[in-house]
């Protein structure tokens, strides 16, 4: 059973780097195929995708954030972590990571249930 | 303004037929890349409901179809119910932004 839990702060400020942890379990980041992508919902509005990491430590990044976002894995603990420089209260949102599986996949099959960070002062 | 555009809103009455756009690019569907479909009920997570552009997670019901066709993708609800009310998200690849895209999202109304 693959289940995918997002853990970290739930108030940051304005200017702060904000660190996101997702604690799987279920499968394994060094499997062929597997990737973990984390995933961004302000409240009310569309879904928004940040960053991906393959099993093969491949990296990928939204454009429009690639400079504020940094993602890792360590694959003995079953995390990976998002870390997202200079926050704003724009970026108040729900962030979910999320399962893929398959080469070439881009589906994302697994969903933690999502933690709400609020950006204010 | 999402990549890939998708009308706000749907509405049918129960038992009705009702089909969710979802328009993209020679960047991205028009591409070929697969388009994916997510239903979200309020207060919680992004559900896969299609991927691959017409395949169904296993439990879904066969109420539930995707297709695809050049640079727009369409999911289809037959015998719409008042459990599918929900946010409905299509997602796909773009070549030219090198990474995942989701699109507007449509919320389904069941009157």
């Known amino acids: 059973q693959i289940t995918l839990k997002e853990s970290g702060p739930t108030l940051v400020k304005p200017t702060q780097t904000l660190t996101l942890t997702c604690t799987f379990s279920?499968?394994?980041?060094?499997?062929?195929?597997?990737?973990v992508g984390w995933i961004r919902q302000p409240p009310g509005k569309a879904l928004e995708w940040l960053a991906l990491?393959?099993?093969?430590?491949?990296?990928r990044y939204s454009p429009s954030l690639r400079s504020r976002l940094t993602i890792t894995k360590d694959t003995s603990k079953n995390q990976v972590v998002l870390t997202m420089t200079n926050m704003d209260p724009v970026d108040t949102a729900t962030y979910y990571c999320?399962?893929?599986?398959?080469?070439?996949?881009?589906?994302?099959?697994?969903w933690g249930q999502g933690t709400l960070v609020i950006v204010s002062s | 303004q999402s990549v890939l555009t998708q009308p706000p809103s749907v509405s049918g009455a129960p038992g009705q037929r009702v089909t969710i756009s979802c328009t993209g690019s020679?960047?991205?569907?028009?591409?070929?890349?697969?388009v994916h479909w997510y239903q979200q009920l309020p207060g919680t997570a992004p559900k896969l409901l299609i991927y691959?552009?017409?395949n169904r997670l296993s439990g879904v019901p066969d109420r539930f179809s995707g297709s695809k066709s050049g640079t727009s993708a369409s999911l289809g609800i037959t015998g719409l119910q008042a459990e599918d009310e929900a946010d409905y998200y299509c997602?796909?690849?773009?070549?030219?932004?090198?990474?995942?895209?989701f699109g507007g999202g449509t919320k389904v109304t069941v009157l």
């Open positions: 020679s960047s991205n569907i028009g591409a070929g890349y697969d």
């Open positions: 990491i393959y099993w093969n430590d491949d990296k």
């Open positions: 999320a399962h893929i599986v398959g080469l070439g996949a881009t589906d994302f099959d697994y």
């Open positions: 691959g552009n017409n």
């Open positions: 997602q796909s690849f773009d070549n030219s932004l090198n990474g995942l895209v």
């Open positions: 279920g499968f394994s980041l060094s499997t062929s195929g597997v990737a």
